[in-house]
């Protein structure tokens, strides 16, 4: 078919971890239609879930034609949208990074040797992936994801006119981010954040708890006397059930940060 493959052979069983790490390490654009096949029944039909996907994330530049990427008209998206989907991915699918942080594998009983096309797996510090792409059309890009001391950051590098471009250009962009900002943690997931009273309620108050960790980016250097302050609205009605949400129009929650400047 053309592009990055393992020759799929039809006789062969592969699983889909195998799968993964052919799509994740070396593009396997054979490995993207057998599973997009799998999953959807077809790959045009799998194509469509792409492209509505794209459309709920807000993905507002980007049309799937095909689930590999190869070059067709029609087939376009932008910096950002490739930005708002791999915090999509990296968010709410970290196991993912089990298969973009591999650097060297083996498939079929070691006869088939991987290696990822994301150099800076190999050479960034801190580097999770994400994923690189070529064609002759969109040249060399690349999806960049590192984490350093709680602060994840993502790089999109597209249409640079070598592959060392891409990485450096990506690198360049992650240094800055890393060397500028910091990530502040003001509270950990389960933590009792208030105790409110609760109206017409068997029990008279409740504990508030974060469902998530919270926290903030802010500027290097500028983590000095900062304050946390949590101000909800105290007008609670019952009832309320264990683990329920409390929409925002009944809780305003606002972290403020203040610093010396």
Excluded at 50 to 63: C, F, I, P, V, Y
Excluded at 85 to 97: V, Y
Aim: glycine fraction near 8%.
């Amino acid at each position: 078919m053309g592009g990055s493959q393992i020759w799929l052979d039809t006789t062969e069983i592969l699983t889909v971890d195998e799968m993964l790490k052919a799509i994740c390490v070396v593009s396997a654009n054979d490995c993207c239609v057998a599973m997009a096949e799998y999953i959807s029944g077809s790959e045009e039909m799998f194509v469509e879930q792409m492209n509505k996907r794209a459309k709920e994330l807000g993905m507002n530049d980007t049309t799937f034609k095909n689930c590999h990427g190869i070059d067709e008209d029609g087939h376009v998206t932008s910096s950002y949208d490739i930005a708002i989907m791999s915090r999509e991915l990296i968010t709410k699918h970290p196991k993912i990074t089990e298969y973009t942080t591999i650097w060297m594998d083996t498939l079929r009983d070691g006869e088939s040797e991987l290696v990822n096309t994301n150099k800076l797996v190999r050479n960034y510090s801190g580097c999770t992936g994400l994923k690189t792409g070529s064609t002759s059309v969109a040249l060399f890009n690349l999806s960049a994801t590192a984490t350093r001391d709680d602060l994840s950051l993502i790089a999109v590098v597209m249409k640079g006119e070598t592959s060392a471009i891409r990485f450096s250009e990506a690198q360049k962009l992650l240094d800055y981010g890393f060397s500028n900002y910091q990530y502040v943690l003001c509270g950990n997931k389960g933590d009792a954040v208030k105790n409110v009273e609760v109206n017409k309620g068997l029990m008279p108050n409740v504990e508030l708890i974060l469902e998530n960790d919270c926290g903030a980016l802010i500027g290097k250097g500028k983590n000095k006397n900062i304050t946390s302050d949590i101000n909800i609205n105290n007008n609670i009605s019952a009832p309320i059930k264990q683990g329920e949400k409390l929409r925002r129009s009944k809780i305003l929650h606002r972290w403020e940060f203040n610093s010396n400047k």
